[in-house]
């Protein structure tokens, strides 16, 4: 099976911009989930969709948002993007039912100048 | 405090050394314990994952969960200077379906 994919890999964008990452999961999962990666703060989750549907959301300010399509391939967007906001995005998905474990891709790596 | 505390090392030790690797956490609801490898500039990796207290072997990995403590550890037998990366425990509470990552800890195996 192939695993997550994320698209773009790397990302360069301004204070005020706003940007959409993709991500799709690994076949027949029905769950993703975002997370952030920073140095400072670690993986932090940011939200999970399932069938179109979020379920959770972490601590993250309203300008971090995403849906879930059809096919169960997702998007995140940030709007108004800081300097802060500067991090490696990560997509896992899962089966979504009782399998629990989350499977990760290669992440997007932004950086907001 | 932090929900799930990790040493974050670094953790240098020689090529065929036993590994040691502990998280403690403070959330009674975590059900799923998961360990996660992270090489430079990738994604995490799944590694392991119990469920409950317990252990549980795989290869050279054994993952142990002491929920009575509140303690996650990871085992590494035999280490192999490919097992140099950052390792990150990761419990979910069901309820939440998210992972709380530890800090993550890197290990060095020195050949």
């Known amino acids: 099976k192939a695993g997550v994919t994320q698209t773009p890999r790397y990302l360069i964008k301004t204070r005020g911009q706003q940007v959409t990452l993709s991500c799709s999961p690994i076949?027949?999962?029905?769950?993703v989930s975002w997370y952030q990666q920073t140095p400072g703060q670690g993986l932090q989750f940011l939200f999970e969709?399932?069938?179109?549907?979020?379920?959770n959301k972490g601590n993250f300010p309203g300008r971090f948002s995403g849906r879930q399509f059809s096919n169960s391939r997702s998007e995140m967007n940030v709007s108004t993007l800081e300097l802060g906001d500067s991090a490696l995005y990560l997509c896992?998905?899962?089966?979504?039912?009782?399998?629990?474990?989350?499977?990760f891709g290669p992440g997007t790596r932004l950086l907001v100048l | 405090q932090k929900e799930v505390e990790q040493d974050p090392g670094p953790l240098s030790v020689p090529e065929g050394a036993i590994v040691s690797l502990n998280c403690t956490y403070s959330?009674?609801?975590?059900?799923?314990f998961m360990w996660y490898r992270q090489y430079s500039r990738k994604g995490p990796e799944l590694l392991m994952y119990?469920?409950?207290?317990g252990n549980k072997e795989d290869g050279r990995f054994t993952a142990q969960v002491d929920k009575s403590s509140k303690y996650i550890s990871l085992f590494i037998r035999d280490s192999q200077p490919s097992d140099s990366a950052t390792y990150l425990c990761?419990?979910?509470?069901?309820?939440?379906?998210?992972?709380?990552f530890g800090s993550g800890t890197r290990l060095q195996v020195q050949p």
């Open positions: 896992a998905s899962s089966a979504g039912l009782k399998q629990e474990t989350q499977y």
């Open positions: 076949s027949g999962h029905r769950s």
């Open positions: 969709y399932f069938s179109e549907t979020q379920r």
């Open positions: 959330n009674s609801a975590f059900q799923y």
């Open positions: 119990t469920y409950s207290s």
């Open positions: 990761a419990p979910m509470d069901t309820g939440r379906r998210a992972l709380t």
